[in-house]
């Protein structure tokens, strides 16, 4: 095995990307696979619902900050300028300079057409690629290749095939109730009798209206040559730069098609080593495909991975995770920023969390329900939504799910699921119900009490479910770690949460009873226990806290709860908040995270602006530093509770109102009470994904406060926030970046948390 750069790669037997021959005689057409009985009559609605016309396309007008925007405003075009070689070889180019690069209207895919037209349909949405070279990421995590679009004249073919099989359906229907007209002795076909409706219009005239039976001949809509893409992007999940994949083409969007992967027959060098995924500096490992094994299950510690939306980059290196977020930041910056502010040089490595599995303190799995009722149906799929097909990944599809057979033991409760118990976790996660949601036993980026909690709440939901207690409508179910010190004031009430299920003989005997399904399963009135069981709870020692900690998991949105951070200033502080409002997720990466913002705050800071601060995490943290140089603190929060508990954390925590204060409102609102002096005062921003107010940010700049620390969930928000901030407002000219920097709060996932330092410029 060797590698091979960049430069090199045209001198490297790299596989030609190359497309499976459509044979529409051999898969099942779009229209069939959903066609559950028989012939169709073609006069029923359901034949007439499957020649749709004039279905529109859904609107694209959306946030250029959110992942769509910024894949059709930055990463797609981008992909199409840096990868203009790529498009040439699947155009046939040879001389590359011949043309100019593709732009986003180039690669539009008529999904008018598509949608309303079932041989169109069948064309964009069966097609099997072969070596497709994956050449980036999205910001969302998914690989993303360009590939050859659908011919002319295969569209023509598949709308022929559909049209044939079509009027064949027609003829067969009409054969078989001729024959059962014969049977029954009915020898002549009644005609057609020509229906006459009489509509009232305005002004009461009558007016004839002919009822017209819907057609016989099926529906064909004419597609212009001239409306086709020249290529097309395809967003792959579980795929990485350098990867080279069969994929199979399964849904069209205006911008992009969906697709899954068949199998890999080159694998990225950032599945073997610790080096950069960079588009701009892809390196290659050559190996001989013969020899590759496609990517197993157990590869990774999640039963679930390549099938469940969460957590996709399981596959590859911690280290390369941690340098993706990077990129994914300088992309953001470079995306919205450009040239016009100075960035470059800026952006330093991402900061790891401490865990890497088991860091997340909340989860919310779901079911859904059908709107036809429950009645007759089994226990739904409680866990998280599909990603990918994972067809790759060998899941035996069509196994018979067998209800008896033993769920997963949580008595020895061990961070990887043993080996030879992942198999059935990923088979049982398919088993058949309504709905686009994954079976979901155990998620092992959850903290261990609350993938205990998980395990209860899935038997409550089942012995329920099975008592006749249903929801009428799909439920989400919140986990939330609650964590005690069992020796304080008042700790025994605190002590609640997800109790274990007993069993009892009722649980297979299922009624119809349609009660509404409240999720309260939190009270700790121990008359319940017989029925519910102890409530579940770990207790723990934990480094800096005297006595045992106490860990529940809470289902109930609007109990109470506590987290115990380090605030790694030198105390661990106890903050409570409403379980279902926003609270870090990630507690073990909290003590760097707060010290990190503290410091970039400057140590000639005395006042301080928490803005966005919900129930006061940072305000109260930097406040009580054992170091105490800060004067005065004050949050600003849009959420009543989260103020009232942003208040009550302080008081909690041995801090006066005098010293640290909260408002309620909007966060602009702070201006009209705050005196602090501007050079003395450092602003931390922390904004939901959707960032900052521009009202709030001119307002920011000419209260011109020293330094400002911007902690934000969403980059590309962030940058467009600092561009505006630097370049529009009043005094933004007299600040800089000095620095930005990703915290990985979700290992294993796509997201990160950006912090942007922005300082006043020296004189
Ligand atoms: C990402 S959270 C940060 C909370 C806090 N800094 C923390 O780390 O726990 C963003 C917070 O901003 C609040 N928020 C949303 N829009 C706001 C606005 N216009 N003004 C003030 N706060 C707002 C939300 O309620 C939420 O609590």
Same mark, same amino acid.
């Given at each position: ?143 993303? /290749? ?92 579980? /795929? ?370 928490? /803005? ?37 954390? /302080? ?113």
């Amino acid at each position: 095995m060797s590698i091979i750069t960049n430069s090199d790669k045209s001198n490297m037997n790299l596989p030609i990307q190359e497309e499976v021959e459509l044979n529409i005689n051999e898969k099942p057409s779009q229209q069939e696979k959903h066609k559950k009985k028989g012939i169709l009559n073609p006069k029923s609605n359901a034949a007439k619902r499957k020649r749709p016309t004039h279905r529109k396309p859904p609107r694209s007008d959306f946030d250029p900050t959110s992942p769509l925007g910024v894949l059709t405003s930055f990463e797609i075009p981008n992909m199409l300028k840096n990868h203009h070689e790529k498009v040439c070889q699947i155009l046939g180019i040879k001389d590359f300079k011949s043309i100019e690069p593709l732009t986003i209207n180039d690669i539009i895919n008529p999904v008018r057409d598509i949608i309303n037209d079932v041989g169109v349909l069948d064309a964009f949405n069966w097609r099997e690629l072969k070596n497709v070279e994956v050449l980036c990421m999205s910001a969302k995590g998914d690989g993303l /290749a360009i590939i050859k679009s659908p011919t002319f004249e295969n569209i023509l073919k598949c709308q022929n095939e559909a049209h044939e099989k079509e009027k064949k359906e027609i003829e067969e229907y009409k054969e078989k109730i001729k024959k059962e007209r014969i049977e029954q002795g009915i020898l002549e076909e009644e005609e057609e009798e020509e229906k006459v409706n009489n509509v009232k219009i305005d002004g009461g005239i009558t007016k004839k209206r002919y009822y017209r039976p819907p057609t016989e001949e099926p529906y064909r809509r004419i597609v212009k040559k001239e409306n086709l893409p020249k290529v097309q992007i395809a967003i792959i999940p579980f /795929a990485f730069p350098g990867d080279f994949v069969n994929i199979k083409v399964y849904h069209t969007n205006t911008h992009y098609v969906d697709a899954e992967i068949i199998e890999f027959t080159h694998l990225s060098p950032l599945r073997f080593k610790n080096i950069s995924g960079r588009s701009e500096d892809v390196v290659k490992i050559d190996i001989d495909p013969s020899s590759l094994k496609p990517i197993k299950p157990n590869d990774v510690p999640c039963a679930y991975f390549g099938i469940c939306s969460g957590c996709q980059y399981q596959s590859i290196s911690y280290e390369n995770q941690l340098e993706i977020k990077k990129e994914v930041i300088e992309n953001a910056y470079q995306h919205f920023c450009r040239d016009e502010v100075n960035w470059k040089g800026k952006i330093f490595d991402t900061v790891a969390s401490p865990l890497k599995y088991g860091y997340r303190t909340k989860l919310t799995p779901h079911y859904d329900v059908p709107r036809s009722g429950t009645k007759g149906l089994g226990v739904p799929r409680l866990g998280f939504g599909f990603r990918g097909k994972g067809s790759w990944l060998e899941i035996n599809k069509n196994k018979k799910y067998d209800e008896n057979e033993p769920v997963y033991d949580n008595s020895k409760l061990e961070l990887y699921h043993p080996l030879n118990d992942r198999k059935g976790m990923r088979e049982r996660s398919l088993k058949p119900y309504f709905g686009d949601v994954l079976d979901i036993e155990d998620c092992i980026i959850g903290t261990d009490i609350v993938r205990l909690g998980f395990i209860n709440e899935r038997e409550r939901l089942k012995k329920d479910w099975n008592r006749g207690i249903r929801s009428k409508k799909g439920v989400t179910v919140l986990l939330r770690e609650n964590s005690v010190i069992n020796n304080e004031e008042g700790s025994e009430e605190r002590i609640f949460g997800s109790r274990e299920i007993l069993k009892d003989n009722d649980d297979d005997n299922v009624n119809n009873n349609d009660n509404n399904n409240n999720n309260n399963h939190d009270d700790d009135n121990t008359d319940n226990e017989e029925e519910e069981g102890p409530i579940t709870k770990l207790e723990i020692e934990v480094d800096g806290i005297d006595g045992i900690v106490t860990k529940t998991c809470v289902t109930d949105n609007q109990k109470i709860v506590s987290d115990l951070v380090d605030t790694g200033l030198g105390r661990i502080l106890r903050f409570d908040f409403i379980a279902n409002e926003f609270f870090q997720n990630n507690n073990s990466i909290l003590p760097k995270v707060i010290k990190y913002v503290k410091d970039n705050l400057g140590s000639e800071m005395e006042y301080l602006v928490d /803005a966005y601060c919900g129930s006061g995490l940072f305000s109260v943290a930097i406040a009580s530093s054992i170091d105490n140089q800060v004067k005065k603190v004050l949050g600003v929060e849009i959420s009543e509770r989260a103020v009232e508990f942003a208040k009550k954390n /302080a008081i909690l925590n041995n801090i006066s109102q005098e010293h640290c204060d909260f408002i309620c409102g909007k966060a602009e609102k702070l201006f009209e009470k705050i005196d602090f002096p501007k050079n003395k005062t450092g602003v931390i921003l922390d904004p939901p994904r959707k960032g900052c107010d521009d009202v709030f940010l001119k307002q920011l700049s000419d209260f011109e406060p020293n330094r400002i620390v911007y902690v934000s969930c969403n980059v590309h928000s962030q940058a467009r926030d600092v561009k505006y901030f630097l370049n529009e407002t009043n005094n933004g000219n007299k600040y800089e970046i000095e620095s930005i920097r990703g915290f990985d709060f979700f290992p294993q996932t796509h997201h990160v948390e950006s912090v942007a330092v922005l300082v006043k410029k020296a004189n």
